[in-house]
Nanobody, 124 residues
Framework: QVQLVESGGGLVQAGGSLRLSCAAS????????MGWFRQAPGKEREFVAA????????YYPDSVKGRFTISRNNSNNTVYLQMNSLKPEDTAVYYC?????????????????WGQGTQVTVSS
């Protein structure tokens, strides 16, 4: 089993930056693709970023492409989400997820382990 704990959320002004971290324990994540999702109040959870098990490929939706960067450090079992040029519409709870697959994917059903989430609030 993989346990995931997100950190780094908080309140930031529009245009600012935050770096989220996802620390894994229980098993190495080196064999897992990793993803970030978010859920705003009253909305469905949506895909934000994904990275392949090797870190060789990443995938983003158009809404965050060019602003967010996902990365991973398999040696310390951690995944990161660097968020720049934040907008009020980025306000949400951000979740880290791990899937027993090799490729980066946007599909929630392929992720089997989830963290509890960290709140990101962007003020205008």
């Amino acid at each position: 089993q993989v346990q995931l704990v997100e950190s780094g959320g908080g309140l930031v002004q529009a245009g600012g930056s935050l770096r989220l971290s996802c620390a894994a324990s229980g098993r190495t994540i080196s064999n897992y693709a990793m993803g970030w999702f978010r859920q705003a109040p009253g909305k469905e959870r949506e895909f934000v970023a994904a990275i392949s098990w090797s870190g060789g490929s990443t995938y983003y939706p158009d809404s965050v492409k060019g602003r967010f960067t996902i990365s991973r450090n398999n040696s310390n079992n951690t995944v990161y989400l660097q968020m720049n040029s934040l907008k009020p519409e980025d306000t949400a709870v951000y979740y880290c997820a791990a899937g027993s697959i090799t490729m980066a994917t946007e599909f929630e059903f392929q992720y089997t382990h989830w963290g509890q989430g960290t709140q990101v609030t962007v003020s205008s």
